[in-house]
């Protein structure tokens, strides 16, 4: 996600932003995705990761919601969905989260939401400061 004339859209991420996303999702919710290699078929590349299973179901909208906020303590972004077309996105000090929805999420028997497939992006400054205009 990138601000363009003001404002907010995803643009397709090279193969060096994709695993920087993975390594940020693996540090900040404590995920272990692995980069297996690359598999070639022609001139196409395909990066190939694994991640472990994690037993659960997938929460309803408002158990994701509260969950983020109260037990991560994101702050819910006031933009139109960035990835699935029903998601929501999130901040957290200059982490911002997207496509966050019930499918890319687990909720444990324990009630712990466990993000497995959500899209991290690091801010700068100005963009931090651009997404608190828009309702962080």
């Given amino acids: ?17 994709y695993l920087q996303r993975l390594l940020l999702q693996n540090q900040f919710f404590g995920d272990d995705i692995t980069l297996c290699g690359i598999q070639a078929q022609g001139h196409d590349l395909r990066l190939v990761i694994e991640q472990p299973h994690i037993a659960g ?26 990835g699935h077309y029903r998601s929501y996105s999130y901040l957290w000090e200059d982490i911002g989260v997207f496509d966050v929805h019930p499918a890319n999420c687990v909720a444990t028997a324990a009630g712990i939401l466990v993000p497995i497939d959500f899209i991290l992006v690091r801010f700068d400054a100005v963009t931090v400061a651009e997404l608190h205009r828009r309702g962080a």
């Fill in 57 to 82: 179901t997938a929460p309803d909208w408002t158990a994701m919601n509260e969950s983020l906020i109260g037990q991560y303590g994101f702050k819910r972004l006031s933009i139109p969905p960035m």
């Fill in 1 to 17: 996600m990138e601000i363009v004339s003001g404002e907010p859209v995803f643009l397709p991420a090279t193969p060096r932003r």
